[in-house]
C-alpha cells in the first residue's frame, strides 16, 4: 500500500497531523514506512491512528527481542525472546513472545497475544482476539479482551475488565473495576471485583467468588468456599458455595431465573453451609456434600 496526499486526506485527519504528514513523508511511502516514520517523530498517537484507518496487512516482523520506545507494526511481530516498550506496542494482527511481554501506556493487538512468560501494562490491554499468557497477566487501567483469555498464574485488573470469551485463570481472578464477561469465569483461586460481575454463562472458583456490587451469571455460580456480594446475587440456574452465600444488605438471592420452574430441584439447587437470607427463588438444598 502506499501513501498520497489525496490517500490520507480521504480519513479526515486532524489538521495538525495532516500538515506534519505533508511535509515528512513523502508521496508514495510505503505503509509501514509512514508508520515508521510517525513513530520516529514520537507522533505514536498519530501511528496508531493511521493503522486504525488503514488496517492490518500480512507482513511480519520476527526478531529474537525487541524493545523500543513505542512500536507500531501493521502486520504480526514475533519475538522469539521477550517484549519491552517504554510507551506503546500496537500490531495490527498478532503479537508473540518467547518471554514477557511489557508495555509502559498500552498494548493493543488486531487478533491475539500469545506470551510465554507475564503480560503487564502500565496503562490498557486490548485485542480483537483471544490472549494467553504461560505465566501472570497484570493491567493497570482497563482490560478488553475480543476472544479468550488464559493465564496460569494471577490476572489482576486495576480497570474495567471485558471480555467477550471464557476466561481460565490458574490461581485468582482480581478486577478493580467492572467485570462483563461474554461467557464464563473459570479461577483455580479467588474472583474478588471491586463492582459488579456479569458473565453469560458460569462462574467457578476454587477459592471465593465476591462482587463489590451485584453478582449475575447467566448459568450458575459454583465456589469453593464463599459466595459474596454487596449487592444482589443472581443466577440463571444453580448456586453452590461450601461456606456461606450472602447478598448484601436489602438486596436478594436468586437461582434459577433462567430455567423452569418444575425444574429448579435439579436444575436451580442453592447449596451452602446454611439457607442464605433473603433468598428469592431456587430450591435449597442444605449444604454441599463434596
Known sequence: MEFTKRFLRAKNPCADGFRWFVRNVEDGSGYQAALDTLVSAGRVDDACWLLTQFGPTNEVLSVDSLGAEAIVFAGSVEVRGGIDVDTVIQAGRSIRAGGGLRAGRAIVAGE????????????????????????????????????????????????????????????????????????????????????SIRAGQGMLAGGSVSGGMHLEAGWG??????????????????????????????????????????????????????????????????????
Open 112 to 195: 491475539d497475544i500469545r506470551v510465554a512468560g507475564s503480560i503487564h501494562s502500565g496503562g490498557t490491554l486490548q485485542t480483537g482476539g483471544g490472549i494467553r499468557a504461560d505465566w501472570g497477566i497484570e493491567v493497570q487501567q482497563a482490560l478488553v479482551c475480543g476472544g479468550d483469555m488464559r493465564a496460569a498464574w494471577d490476572l489482576i485488573c486495576h480497570g474495567k475488565l471485558s471480555l467477550e470469551g471464557n476466561a481460565f485463570v490458574g490461581q485468582d481472578l482480581i478486577v478493580h473495576g467492572l467485570l462483563e464477561c461474554g461467557k464464563g469465569l473459570n479461577a483455580g483461586g479467588a474472583i474478588v471485583c471491586a463492582d
Open 221 to 290: 455460580i459454583k465456589s469453593g468456599e464463599s459466595i459474596k456480594a454487596n449487592g444482589s446475587i443472581k443466577a440463571g440456574e444453580s448456586l453452590s458455595a461450601k461456606d456461606e452465600i450472602r447478598a448484601g444488605a436489602g438486596y436478594g438471592v436468586y437461582a434459577g431465573l433462567n430455567v423452569q420452574l418444575d425444574t429448579w430441584e435439579s436444575s436451580a439447587q442453592v447449596r451452602a453451609l446454611k439457607k442464605p437470607e433473603g433468598l428469592m427463588s431456587g430450591c435449597w438444598a442444605g449444604p454441599r456434600v463434596i
